[in-house]
């Protein structure tokens, strides 16, 4: 179970993002996180059958900050609150469904965090360029060097999902991610939240955060193509660990206008998103849906009465 949580939390810093529209969420550890503008709520399914929910008051940073809703700024700093709400949600979800028997002291938890970074980039980084360099020339064919280590990039992000995706607790996870996507496509079409109405909604969602990731594949392409060949290795994780805001930034509004209009290339991003939520999202049971409906219902209150944002 302890290796369920730890592939869960790794799974989270690459993966889960906040959506920073009407209403955004996040699946937890038996049990959804939904994020309105003044606050964010957690509804757990505990133990003894029974739905724990709470609501804390956090106003996000695009609300709280003019600046930080400007083009190419919001995606960064949409992306910096929706960790930290996503990492306090899985922690305290965890707590809740008895998963952590112990606290974790802050000297293990960095330790943790650095570790995993360093995973990360030789997974996601090293691996996949010094693959694509064994066969493509860098200095000749930059673009087409970059793509085919974008190829192993993806290649091996899918292998991870579809490894962790076969562990019991990450197909529950995956689950209650449907069920918060169901819950916010029922909010924005102004239907009653109730499980009838979920449980007809789709299960994937065009600004869910398994998109973003694959949009950020897309477009890391184009703009680490730009750089100079490099061939040392610590000279490559540099400057792609500097370029991640821009990259982040740049998907950001990609995922914004891809889930609002209807052109060919929005097309082609929503499907390239569905894709990959095929990974990442499983159909919930009636349940977990009402777990979802209470997070929502949660998150909503005291809030302004106004009609929800219809996203395509």
């Given at each position: 179970?302890?290796?369920?949580?730890?592939?869960?939390?790794?799974f989270?810093?690459l993966?889960?993002?906040?959506?920073?529209?009407?209403l955004?969420?996040?699946?937890?550890?038996?049990?959804v996180?939904?994020?309105?503008?003044?606050?964010?709520?957690?509804?757990?399914?505990?133990?003894?059958?029974?739905?724990?929910?709470?609501?804390?008051?956090e106003?996000?940073?695009?609300?709280?900050?003019?600046?930080?809703?400007?083009?190419?700024?919001?995606g960064?700093?949409?992306?910096?609150d929706?960790?930290?709400?996503?990492?306090?949600?899985?922690?305290?979800?965890?707590?809740?469904?008895?998963?952590?028997?112990?606290?974790?002291?802050?000297?293990a938890?960095y330790?943790?965090?650095?570790?995993?970074?360093?995973?990360?980039?030789?997974?996601?980084?090293?691996?996949?360029?010094?693959?694509?360099?064994?066969?493509?020339?860098?200095?000749?064919?930059?673009?087409?060097?970059?793509?085919?280590?974008?190829?192993?990039?993806t290649?091996?992000?899918?292998?991870?999902?579809?490894?962790?995706?076969?562990?019991?607790?990450?197909?529950?996870?995956?689950?209650?991610?449907?069920?918060?996507?169901?819950?916010?496509?029922?909010?924005?079409?102004?239907?009653?939240?109730?499980?009838?109405?979920?449980?007809?909604?789709?299960?994937?969602?065009?600004?869910?955060?398994?998109?973003f990731?694959?949009?950020?594949?897309?477009?890391?392409?184009?703009?680490?193509?730009?750089?100079?060949?490099?061939?040392?290795a610590?000279?490559?994780?540099?400057?792609?660990?500097?370029?991640?805001?821009?990259v982040?930034?740049?998907?950001?509004?990609?995922?914004?206008?891809?889930?609002?209009?209807?052109?060919?290339?929005?097309?082609?991003?929503?499907?390239?998103?569905?894709?990959?939520?095929?990974?990442?999202?499983?159909?919930?049971?009636?349940?977990?849906?009402?777990?979802?409906?209470e997070?929502t219902?949660?998150?909503?209150?005291?809030?302004?009465?106004?009609?929800?944002v219809a996203?395509?």
């Amino acid at each position: 179970m302890k290796f369920g949580f730890s592939g869960i939390k790794l799974f989270r810093k690459l993966g889960f993002f906040l959506n920073q529209a009407t209403l955004g969420g996040s699946a937890a550890l038996e049990g959804v996180m939904m994020k309105a503008a003044d606050a964010w709520a957690l509804a757990v399914r505990l133990p003894n059958g029974q739905i724990h929910v709470e609501r804390h008051e956090e106003e996000a940073l695009t609300k709280k900050y003019p600046w930080a809703r400007l083009p190419l700024i919001r995606g960064v700093v949409a992306l910096w609150d929706a960790l930290s709400i996503s990492y306090k949600s899985l922690s305290r979800s965890a707590e809740l469904a008895g998963e952590e028997e112990e606290k974790v002291s802050g000297a293990a938890m960095y330790g943790t965090l650095a570790v995993s970074l360093v995973i990360g980039l030789a997974l996601f980084v090293w691996l996949p360029a010094r693959l694509a360099g064994l066969l493509v020339d860098e200095e000749r064919f930059r673009f087409l060097f970059y793509v085919v280590a974008g190829l192993f990039e993806t290649a091996i992000l899918i292998g991870y999902l579809v490894f962790i995706g076969r562990m019991k607790e990450m197909q529950r996870f995956f689950m209650y991610h449907g069920a918060e996507h169901k819950a916010i496509a029922a909010y924005e079409k102004g239907l009653e939240l109730t499980v009838e109405n979920v449980r007809a909604q789709p299960a994937y969602h065009p600004r869910c955060g398994t998109s973003f990731i694959a949009f950020t594949a897309v477009v890391g392409v184009f703009v680490y193509s730009f750089f100079p060949p490099l061939t040392v290795a610590w000279y490559w994780i540099f400057p792609r660990l500097l370029m991640i805001p821009v990259v982040a930034a740049i998907s950001f509004e990609v995922l914004r206008y891809s889930a609002a209009h209807h052109d060919p290339l929005s097309r082609f991003f929503r499907w390239l998103g569905f894709k990959f939520q095929m990974l990442t999202v499983r159909e919930p049971t009636d349940d977990m849906i009402e777990v979802a409906i209470e997070s929502t219902k949660a998150a909503l209150a005291q809030q302004p009465a106004e009609k929800p944002v219809a996203v395509a």
